[in-house]
């Protein structure tokens, strides 16, 4: 076989794909979203992981047959360029730096949770972010074989886990009161709403008070009453579990940037794509019904930023099981973080060398050819969102709305393909952009208000240039 000089060579079958799309989504988010959303829906959690995962399968699609037409570096900044236009591409990149910047900051904490107590965690994580920063400040960067080796313990522990908390409750050590009683999700659902993203609503004077602090804190899904039986709230409650379990399937469209990598891409990305998020899926949504067996959380903070731990405890495991989950956790989120942090700098890259972002971020280190000052930019981010964030919940809920709206505009890109570029149906699309608008939308009004904040920096920081180069 024969290749184009400069070009990459096809290397990658069907299995490497799909081992490298595990490895992609089985990160933090498996080890602390699963908690979050029984805290929000209650029982109700299995379907908010279904309903991500519809979504993340809509968006994955759109991503693939972008990448089929579009192969080149950028992902969905590249795609709305050359699909919607420039404005479109920045805001796709803009949007992509600000979510996976607050991932990063999320898989950071996560491991800090896993690792050490309360009063050390956020000086843990953020030496996370140093070490891992510095690590791909030298070029290294995960490989296809650390990935296999990754999603391997990350994989193992979640199941043995998960069979250890199935024996707790066939031994009866799970509380009296367990996760039968949450039949309609309302109860998680409203205290979740009151603590698990809000914390401080009673504290909120003036015009945020009432039912506007529950807007603000808890999302739509407090307004219309989660906490109190109300239907239309409940649901929103399950809307917004599925956002935040968003943040456990990112990483699916790194399968889709394989096109130049692999044998057959036109037939075996999309087969990867499902496969691994099939696997992710079934993976999850067992995990998710064996929280949901285990109970409500017994704190009144809920399940918190490490459930397995906690739910270890309720069912009388600890000492090994503990050692066992905590190695799974700190495997997996330390690897997606490596990675991570260089995604962030490639596409900063991209961005700086079409002026949309400032120029001096497109250096490239000549000793070690990777964009220094992109990935040096990208972890200071990374370390001041650990220290500022109230909580993981926060990062994550964060990451959300930045990666949606992305991967909304990923679909609509998708929708202006024709011809033999279109590999799905376009209904796929359409439900994708709508599942996107929904989940952002079910977001808490603090998180909603600083992302467009954030948005409409990035978009005037373009118009400022744009009038400057004229």
């Given at each position: 076989m024969t290749t184009t000089p400069g070009a990459l060579a096809r290397r990658l079958g069907l299995w490497d794909a799909v081992v490298i799309g595990l490895a992609s989504m089985i990160g933090a988010g498996a080890f602390v979203s699963l908690g979050a959303a029984q805290d929000l829906a209650g029982a109700l959690a299995p379907l908010a992981v279904l309903i991500a995962a519809g979504v993340a399968l809509c968006n994955a699609t759109s991503t693939a047959q972008l990448a089929a037409q579009h192969p080149a570096a950028g992902g969905t900044y590249h795609y709305g360029r050359q699909q919607l236009g420039p404005w479109w591409g920045f805001l796709a990149g803009w949007c992509f730096v600000i979510g996976k910047i607050a991932s990063c900051a999320a898989m950071a904490l996560v491991i800090a949770a896993y690792l050490v107590p309360e009063p050390a965690q956020r000086i843990v994580a953020a030496l996370v972010v140093v070490v891992l920063t510095v690590v791909n400040l030298v070029g290294v960067t995960r490989t296809a074989a650390l990935a296999r080796v990754l999603v391997t313990i990350a994989l193992g522990a979640l199941v043995l886990t998960g069979t250890r908390l199935l024996i707790g409750l066939a031994s009866g050590g799970a509380p009296a009161d367990g996760g039968a009683d949450g039949g309609t999700g309302g109860g998680a659902a409203g205290g979740a709403a009151d603590g698990a993203l809000a914390g401080v609503a009673d504290a909120i004077?003036?015009?945020?008070?009432?039912?506007?602090?529950?807007?603000w804190d808890g999302g739509l899904a407090a307004v219309l009453g989660a906490g109190t039986g109300g239907a239309v709230g409940i649901a929103l409650a399950v809307v917004q579990a599925a956002a935040l379990m968003f943040f456990a399937f990112a990483g699916y469209a790194r399968v889709a940037t394989l096109g130049e990598e692999v044998t057959a891409p036109r037939r075996t990305i999309p087969r990867a794509i499902l496969l691994a998020l099939g696997v992710v899926a079934g993976l999850y949504l067992a995990l998710s019904v064996v929280l949901v067996l285990v109970g409500p959380a017994p704190g009144e903070q809920g399940w918190g930023p490490a459930p397995f731990l906690t739910a270890l405890e309720s069912v009388g495991a600890g000492g090994a099981w503990n050692v066992v989950i905590t190695g799974g956790a700190v495997a997996a989120?330390?690897?997606?973080?490596?990675?991570?942090?260089?995604?962030?700098?490639?596409?900063?890259?991209?961005?700086?060398?079409?002026?949309?972002?400032?120029?001096?971020?497109?250096?490239?280190s000549p000793r070690f050819s990777v964009p220094q000052r992109a990935e040096i930019a990208a972890g200071l981010a990374v370390l001041a969102l650990v220290l500022l964030a109230a909580d993981v919940l926060v990062a994550i809920a964060a990451s959300a709305f930045g990666v949606l709206l992305y991967y909304a505009i990923a679909n609509l890109a998708a929708l202006t393909q024709a011809g033999q570029w279109r590999l799905f149906p376009t209904v796929m699309q359409v439900l994708g952009l709508c599942g996107c608008v929904l989940l952002v939308a079910a977001l808490p009004g603090r998180t909603i208000v600083a992302g467009v904040a954030l948005v409409l920096l990035g978009l005037a920081y373009r118009g400022i240039v744009l009038v400057a180069r004229r």
């Amino acid at each position: 076989m024969t290749t184009t000089p400069g070009a990459l060579a096809r290397r990658l079958g069907l299995w490497d794909a799909v081992v490298i799309g595990l490895a992609s989504m089985i990160g933090a988010g498996a080890f602390v979203s699963l908690g979050a959303a029984q805290d929000l829906a209650g029982a109700l959690a299995p379907l908010a992981v279904l309903i991500a995962a519809g979504v993340a399968l809509c968006n994955a699609t759109s991503t693939a047959q972008l990448a089929a037409q579009h192969p080149a570096a950028g992902g969905t900044y590249h795609y709305g360029r050359q699909q919607l236009g420039p404005w479109w591409g920045f805001l796709a990149g803009w949007c992509f730096v600000i979510g996976k910047i607050a991932s990063c900051a999320a898989m950071a904490l996560v491991i800090a949770a896993y690792l050490v107590p309360e009063p050390a965690q956020r000086i843990v994580a953020a030496l996370v972010v140093v070490v891992l920063t510095v690590v791909n400040l030298v070029g290294v960067t995960r490989t296809a074989a650390l990935a296999r080796v990754l999603v391997t313990i990350a994989l193992g522990a979640l199941v043995l886990t998960g069979t250890r908390l199935l024996i707790g409750l066939a031994s009866g050590g799970a509380p009296a009161d367990g996760g039968a009683d949450g039949g309609t999700g309302g109860g998680a659902a409203g205290g979740a709403a009151d603590g698990a993203l809000a914390g401080v609503a009673d504290a909120i004077p003036g015009p945020l008070a009432g039912a506007a602090a529950g807007l603000w804190d808890g999302g739509l899904a407090a307004v219309l009453g989660a906490g109190t039986g109300g239907a239309v709230g409940i649901a929103l409650a399950v809307v917004q579990a599925a956002a935040l379990m968003f943040f456990a399937f990112a990483g699916y469209a790194r399968v889709a940037t394989l096109g130049e990598e692999v044998t057959a891409p036109r037939r075996t990305i999309p087969r990867a794509i499902l496969l691994a998020l099939g696997v992710v899926a079934g993976l999850y949504l067992a995990l998710s019904v064996v929280l949901v067996l285990v109970g409500p959380a017994p704190g009144e903070q809920g399940w918190g930023p490490a459930p397995f731990l906690t739910a270890l405890e309720s069912v009388g495991a600890g000492g090994a099981w503990n050692v066992v989950i905590t190695g799974g956790a700190v495997a997996a989120a330390s690897g997606a973080l490596l990675a991570l942090v260089a995604g962030i700098s490639r596409t900063a890259l991209a961005m700086a060398r079409e002026r949309d972002l400032p120029p001096v971020l497109a250096q490239v280190s000549p000793r070690f050819s990777v964009p220094q000052r992109a990935e040096i930019a990208a972890g200071l981010a990374v370390l001041a969102l650990v220290l500022l964030a109230a909580d993981v919940l926060v990062a994550i809920a964060a990451s959300a709305f930045g990666v949606l709206l992305y991967y909304a505009i990923a679909n609509l890109a998708a929708l202006t393909q024709a011809g033999q570029w279109r590999l799905f149906p376009t209904v796929m699309q359409v439900l994708g952009l709508c599942g996107c608008v929904l989940l952002v939308a079910a977001l808490p009004g603090r998180t909603i208000v600083a992302g467009v904040a954030l948005v409409l920096l990035g978009l005037a920081y373009r118009g400022i240039v744009l009038v400057a180069r004229r």
